[in-house]
């Protein structure tokens, strides 16, 4: 290990992985660590029975991005796998997002686009929603209350722990609702996962690092802060101000995963559970991912948990409360002048991997640009 570096990098996750590539190939020193033990962050892959298993939940990369697409594909090669999830109410099977199959399965006498148009705008009629208050008439009013029932209540109360009634709209304002045949979950021209995990892509951007694992910064923020010139800060910003204004509040979930000796279990990579007495939300089939026929399979089920500190922070609570105590914080974060911010938890911010890349290939062609780094 060397004495000096330009940059530490806190967090072996995406954000700082690209980060460390795109710094290093401009000769930059960064010394990578990470309190778990091993790199990734939530994007991290481990071969169990011959496949690449989603440690933490399924990860499927899709955008409409050429530029990002073809930045990640140099780091290995992507399938061709596309998202269609299933729902399971009960002993009731049906395609995901809500589409022309959803609408045709759960009723019979729906077999054209304006037939199903026209029982959810009957339903939403009946519910007398006028402007939607909370999650639960938002939606009401955007696919009727058949479907909110069966397909939404009881899944989105377990994700976030709370009645739909206490739930903002935003929540589901961009939920997809399609008039079509068309179980592709997202609209992006590229998709896939790779072929050989995504734990060897953050390997290869980080193969000019110095990285060390098991090395939290709070433990020794002195020590490590004083190796280096600069910082890229990518865990959660209240714990950065040792949470001076409060605790930014999260969702967390717990996986667990079984290696069963059948070729398949469900017959798809994601199987969400929307019954509100079935306690896991999802069960993720990994070798679907890759297509592979090996005779035995591995699941992962999704189970939500209270969040609380010392547990893995998963999802923001982006309410108005969260979102405004994350305000204080990112003006702090602003003042900084050698500190850099960035990643799911420093922005408390949902964000997809392709966003992820954005913005990290944005704050290192920042950085480089300045003479002074
Ligand atoms: C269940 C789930 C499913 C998802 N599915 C998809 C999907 O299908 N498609 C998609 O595009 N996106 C998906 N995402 C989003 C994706 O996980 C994120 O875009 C990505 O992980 C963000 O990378 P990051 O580097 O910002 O954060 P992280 O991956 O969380 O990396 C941050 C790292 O910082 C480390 N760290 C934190 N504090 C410290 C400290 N004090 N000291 C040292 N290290 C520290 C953490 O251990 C972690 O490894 C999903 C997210 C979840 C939760």
């Given at each position: 290990?060397?004495?000096?570096?330009?940059?530490?990098?806190?967090?072996?996750?995406?954000?700082?992985?690209?980060?460390?590539?795109?710094?290093?190939?401009?000769?930059?020193?960064?010394?990578?660590?990470?309190?778990?033990?091993?790199?990734?962050?939530?994007?991290?892959?481990?071969?169990?029975?011959?496949?690449?298993?989603?440690?933490?939940?399924?990860?499927v990369f899709h955008t409409d991005n050429k530029k990002i697409w073809d930045y990640l594909n140099k780091?290995?090669?992507?399938?061709?796998?596309?998202?269609?999830?299933?729902?399971?109410?009960?002993?009731?099977?049906?395609?995901?997002?809500?589409?022309?199959?959803?609408?045709?399965?759960?009723?019979?006498?729906?077999?054209?686009?304006?037939?199903?148009?026209?029982?959810?705008?009957?339903?939403?009629?009946?519910?007398?929603?006028?402007?939607?208050?909370?999650?639960?008439?938002?939606?009401?009013?955007?696919?009727?209350?058949?479907?909110?029932?069966?397909?939404?209540?009881?899944?989105?109360?377990?994700?976030?722990?709370?009645?739909?009634?206490?739930?903002?709209?935003?929540?589901?304002?961009?939920?997809?609702?399609?008039?079509?045949?068309?179980?592709?979950?997202?609209?992006?021209?590229?998709?896939?996962?790779?072929?050989?995990?995504?734990?060897?892509?953050?390997?290869?951007?980080?193969?000019?690092?110095?990285?060390?694992?098991?090395?939290?910064?709070?433990?020794?923020?002195?020590?490590?802060?004083?190796?280096?010139?600069?910082?890229?800060?990518?865990?959660?910003?209240?714990?950065?101000?040792?949470?001076?204004?409060?605790?930014?509040?999260?969702?967390?979930?717990?996986?667990?995963?079984?290696?069963?000796?059948?070729?398949?279990?469900?017959?798809?990579?994601?199987?969400?559970?929307?019954?509100?007495?079935?306690?896991?939300?999802?069960?993720?089939?990994?070798?679907?991912?890759?297509?592979?026929?090996?005779?035995?399979?591995?699941?992962?089920?999704?189970?939500?948990?209270?969040?609380?500190?010392?547990?893995?922070?998963?999802?923001?609570?982006?309410?108005?409360?969260?979102?405004?105590?994350?305000?204080?914080?990112?003006?702090?974060?602003?003042?900084?002048?050698?500190?850099?911010?960035?990643?799911?938890?420093?922005?408390?911010?949902?964000?997809?991997?392709?966003?992820?890349?954005?913005?990290?290939?944005?704050?290192?062609?920042?950085?480089?640009?300045?003479?002074?780094?």
């Open positions: 290990m060397a004495n000096h570096y330009d940059y530490l990098i806190v967090g072996a996750g995406l954000f700082g992985a690209v980060c460390a590539y795109e710094l290093g190939k401009k000769g930059k020193t960064c010394l990578v660590i990470d309190k778990r033990s091993h790199v990734g962050g939530n994007l991290y892959t481990e071969l169990l029975a011959v496949t690449h298993v989603h440690r933490y939940g399924a990860h780091f290995g090669e992507f399938n061709n796998f596309i998202n269609a999830p299933i729902a399971r109410y009960h002993d009731e099977l049906y395609n995901l997002p809500f589409n022309m199959n959803t609408f045709t399965k759960l009723w019979p006498d729906v077999l054209t686009p304006a037939d199903a148009q026209r029982r959810i705008a009957a339903e939403r009629e009946a519910a007398k929603i006028d402007q939607p208050q909370n999650l639960q008439e938002q939606a009401i009013s955007m696919v009727g209350t058949t479907i909110f029932e069966k397909l939404i209540k009881g899944y989105t109360e377990k994700q976030w722990g709370r009645p739909c009634t206490e739930l903002s709209p935003a929540i589901i304002a961009r939920l997809p609702v399609r008039y079509t045949f068309n179980n592709n979950y997202y609209h992006d021209r590229y998709q896939g996962v790779p072929v050989a995990g995504y734990t060897d892509i953050i390997e290869k951007m980080l193969a000019q690092a110095t990285v060390r694992l098991q090395c939290d910064f709070f433990q020794q923020r002195e020590r490590l802060t004083a190796l280096a010139d600069k910082i890229i800060y990518t865990g959660p910003i209240d714990q950065f101000y040792n949470y001076r204004f409060g605790v930014l509040e999260y969702r967390s979930l717990r996986f667990e995963t079984e290696i069963l000796n059948q070729q398949s279990f469900q017959g798809n990579a994601v199987v969400n559970y929307t019954a509100a007495d079935v306690p896991y939300t999802r069960i993720i089939e990994h070798k679907h991912f890759y297509g592979t026929q090996q005779p035995q399979t591995v699941i992962t089920r999704e189970y939500p948990l209270a969040w609380q500190k010392g547990r893995e922070p998963y999802y923001p609570i982006n309410d108005a409360t969260n979102n405004a105590l994350y305000e204080r914080y990112r003006q702090l974060a602003d003042q900084e002048t050698t500190v850099y911010f960035g990643g799911r938890l420093a922005q408390y911010q949902y964000l997809d991997m392709a966003t992820v890349i954005e913005e990290a290939l944005n704050l290192t062609a920042t950085l480089l640009k300045n003479k002074k780094t």
